[in-house]
């Protein structure tokens, strides 16, 4: 999927996460990740950042993440709700692959 405008999911509580997706046409993909918790668990949330990324086929994105203490189930489903908000699409989630 393609990332046509800028958008978010999630809010700034506790145990959840902020996610601000926005296009960065030709340059990749670009993690800015803010949290308290970023020196034990900050792999682990950007390989699910990724992980999301990879499975709609985002291949240039800026992603800056503001987690407050989310758990991973909770990290995934706002990066899928910040993709489909910003890529303008909509996703059958009974299907296994979200590109058809």
């Known amino acids: 999927m393609k990332i046509k405008r800028p958008a978010m999911a999630g809010t700034l509580e506790s145990s959840d996460v902020q996610i ?4 960065n046409p030709g340059s990749g993909i670009e993690i800015e990740l803010n949290s308290d918790v970023k020196t034990t668990f900050g792999d682990a949330i ?3 950042i990724r992980q999301v990324l990879d499975e709609f086929s985002v291949t240039d994105a800026q992603v800056t993440v503001h987690d407050k203490g ?5 990290i995934r489903s ?4 910040a993709v489909c908000r910003a890529a303008e699409g909509k996703y059958d989630w009974g299907k296994e692959d979200p590109n058809g």
């Open 20 to 23: 601000i997706l926005e296009p």
């Open 46 to 48: 950007e390989a699910t």
């Open 70 to 74: 989310a758990l991973d189930f909770v």
């Open 78 to 81: 706002r990066m899928q709700c």
